[in-house]
């Protein structure tokens, strides 16, 4: 069983930072696909950035590239989601996800996971 809790969400101006993190606990390996996902009200989960386990390729969505960065820390056993440059349109709630496979893309088919934190929430003002 896997266990996704993440943390660092808050509320920031257009243009500033925040990090993501997700504790990853439980059983996950290199056939395993760790991703950022967000959900904005009214509208449907999607992709953000994803990292296959074990330090494997990233993508991005195209909206996040270039501003958003993917990383898994061994030590502390989180996903990281360093976003910068930060836009009205990233409000949302972030979710990190896990699924089993070798291909991993950020605009996979949330429904595809089967492993979900609670969220936190992304609020980016003027």
């Known amino acids: 069983q896997v266990q996704l809790v993440e943390s660092g969400g808050g509320s920031v101006q257009a243009g500033g930072s925040l990090r993501l993190s997700c504790v990853v606990s439980?059983?996950?390996?290199?056939?395993?696909?760790m991703t950022w996902f967000r959900q904005a009200p009214g509208k449907g989960r999607e992709g953000v950035a994803t990292?296959?386990?074990?330090?494997?390729?990233?993508s991005y969505a195209d909206s996040v590239k270039g501003r958003f960065t993917v990383s898994q820390d061994n030590v502390r056993n989180t996903l990281d989601l360093q976003m910068s440059s930060l836009k009205l349109e990233d409000t949302a709630m972030y979710y990190c996800?896990?699924?089993?496979?070798?291909?991993?893309?950020?605009?996979?088919?949330?429904?595809?996971?089967?492993?979900w934190g609670r969220g936190t929430q992304v609020s980016v003002s003027s």
């Open positions: 996800g896990v699924r089993r496979g070798y291909l991993c893309t950020a605009v996979d088919d949330a429904t595809t996971y089967g492993y």
């Open positions: 439980g059983y996950i390996s290199k056939d395993h696909c």
């Open positions: 990292i296959r386990y074990g330090g494997g390729a990233t």
